[in-house]
């Protein structure tokens, strides 16, 4: 199995910024960290921002200008926060899926990471 460890949170300050990372518990080709998702107390998940095999990144519109998604070479998923709103409070979740080899099929679909707790004070 895989796993995915979300660290970087906390609180911070209205304009502040945080920097959340998400590292899989195994290197293997069949699985790739490709999206941030936020959960606001009382609220659904919904996707912050995502980035593709081709490095196209996706925002939501409430975080763009102020999130940027990026990946390393070790395929570390990292979400760069700034000018924090208190809006942005929220559990934050780190998404890996699967690759679409046929050798990678006994893998889960998706995968998701324990979350971590961001909130922002006004």
């Known amino acids: 199995q895989v796993q995915l460890v979300e660290s970087g949170g906390g609180l911070v300050q209205a304009g502040g910024s945080l920097r959340l990372s998400c590292a899989a518990s195994?290197?293997?080709?069949?699985?790739?960290?490709t999206g941030w998702y936020r959960q606001p107390p009382g609220k659904e998940r919904e996707l912050v921002a995502a980035?593709?095999?081709?490095?196209?990144k996706n925002y939501a519109d409430s975080v763009k200008g102020r999130f940027t998604i990026s990946r390393d070479n070790a395929k570390n998923l990292y979400l760069q926060m700034t000018s924090l709103k208190p809006e942005d409070t929220a559990v934050y979740y780190c998404n890996a899926k699967r690759s679409t080899y046929v050798y990678c099929s006994g893998y889960d679909p998706d995968y998701w990471g324990q979350g971590i707790q961001v909130t922002v004070s006004s």
């Open positions: 980035i593709n095999s081709g490095g196209s």
């Open positions: 195994r290197d293997t080709v069949c699985i790739s960290a």
